[in-house]
Each structure stands twice: as structure tokens, then as C-alpha cells.
């Protein structure tokens, strides 16, 4: 199995709302800080300050807002085959 390359993300650029296309994890590369698709919380920002994070590190990338990804497009292709409700 090929090694994953990590991005570095420089923790002055983490904002509220930002979601990563993969895990993000500590400096270290093994303890996890945020999972996959999401969201960064307060709690989350509170705390790479209060811990001095310099960066972070994930091999995805940054999902952008309203875009289509594949672990929630599978749920908009369901709803796409619902059948049309009936009135009662």
C-alpha cells in the first residue's frame, strides 16, 4: 500500500465551518483532530490556540462550500429516487 502525502495547513488559516475532504490530524500525523467532512467548531479553534498548533496536517483537501463530495452525494442520490408523495 502506498503512503499517503499529508498537506500541512498553517493553523492561522483554520476558520469556522472549514471541512476537509479527508481527516486532519495533529502535528504529529497520527492523532486525529478532525474527521472527514466536519465541520471546525470553536472548541476546535479554542484549542489549537490554547495548545500553540503551529499546523496541521491531512492528505485532503478543503471542501468548499455547497460542493458536492462523495461521501454526502450519495445521500442527494436517493433523494432523487424518492417517488412524489400522493395526497390523502
Not at 499546523?55 to 450519495?74: C, F, M, P, R, W
Request: charged share 35%; hydrophobic share 40%.
Amino acid at each position: 500500500m502506498s503512503e499517503k502525502k499529508f498537506n500541512k495547513i498553517d493553523c492561522k488559516e483554520i476558520k469556522l465551518g472549514m471541512r476537509f475532504s479527508a481527516p486532519v490530524f495533529f502535528d504529529d500525523g497520527e492523532n486525529m483532530f478532525l474527521g472527514e467532512e466536519k465541520a471546525v467548531k470553536n472548541y476546535h479553534i479554542d484549542a489549537i490556540q490554547r495548545w500553540n498548533i503551529e499546523y496541521l496536517l491531512t492528505y485532503g483537501h478543503l471542501v468548499e462550500e455547497g460542493k458536492i463530495t462523495a461521501q454526502n452525494s450519495d445521500s442527494l442520490y436517493m433523494l432523487e429516487d424518492l417517488d412524489e408523495v400522493e395526497e390523502l
